[in-house]
């Protein structure tokens, strides 16, 4: 299993341009979440997923859209990147069933430093 | 909404000394699990250790393990024997029973062993 993983590693954008920032899971976990970190201020929230087609925001959603049509992807796209984005993103998934030895853990993938200039 | 706080944005240990991470949490739920999570300098984040609210007995995990006090919402990390591996930002996480895919992360604690 290759777990959670991330594309691009890092990434440098112009003010105004729009990317879409990957991620995929192989565990078949139906829960999704994409967070960003900043200096001083842990990781916050940004979108979640808990199954393919229903998504919703977190603490910090603006300027951020998300979709979920498969299980295995979820991917954040920026629409018009702002400096204030800049930051590391995570993107970390988790199953529903409650029970067993890994459940309410979350997975998180290695993240994507993106500066936006 | 649940917030979480470490007062200790940086701390040093000694190679082979203990070491305390503190963490404070505020709820109103009684049904929640808490994390420590572990970010060298590659960035991944990794699982430490993890509680259980209902659970009255403390979580370890080799060298690591938490003193859970849940009437005082507080919840801290003791790495017994530091290793130099051990160098990292740690972050103490809160999560609402039911809701695997929300966590609320403090804001880290950079934990320096020196050699």
């Known amino acids: 299993n290759a777990g959670v993983t991330q594309t691009p590693k890092f990434q440098v954008l112009k003010t105004g341009q729009s990317m879409t920032l990957q991620c995929a899971q192989d565990?078949?976990?139906?829960?999704m979440s994409w967070y960003r970190q900043d200096p001083g201020m842990g990781l916050r929230l940004i979108h979640y997923?808990?199954?393919?087609?229903?998504?919703d925001q977190g603490e910090v959603p603006n300027g951020y859209n998300v979709s979920r049509s498969t299980t295995e992807d979820f991917p954040l796209r920026l629409l018009s990147a702002a400096p204030s984005q800049t930051s590391v993103y995570f993107c970390?998934?988790?199953?529903?069933?409650?029970?067993?030895?890994?459940?309410?853990?979350?997975?998180f993938g290695p993240g994507t430093r993106l500066t936006v200039t | 909404a649940q917030t979480v706080t470490q007062s200790q944005p940086e701390m040093s240990v000694q190679e082979a000394e203990t070491v305390t991470l503190s963490c404070t949490y505020d709820?109103?739920?009684?049904?929640?699990?808490l994390f420590w999570y572990k970010q060298p300098p590659s960035r991944q984040m990794i699982l430490v250790i993890r509680?259980?609210?209902?659970?009255?007995q403390n979580a370890t995990e080799n060298r690591f393990s938490v003193n859970f006090q849940k009437a005082a919402k507080s919840f801290s990390l003791k790495i017994s024997d530091s290793q130099l591996g051990d160098t990292a930002m740690y972050f103490c996480?809160?999560?609402?029973?039911?809701?695997?895919?929300?966590?609320?992360f403090g804001k880290g604690t950079l934990l320096t062993v020196n050699p």
């Open positions: 970390a998934s988790s199953t529903r069933l409650a029970g067993g030895p890994n459940s309410y853990e979350q997975y």
């Open positions: 565990m078949n976990h139906e829960y």
């Open positions: 997923s808990v199954g393919a087609g229903i998504t």
């Open positions: 709820t109103s739920e009684n049904n929640y699990y």
């Open positions: 509680q259980e609210a209902y659970k009255q």
């Open positions: 996480a809160f999560m609402s029973g039911g809701s695997n895919y929300k966590l609320t």
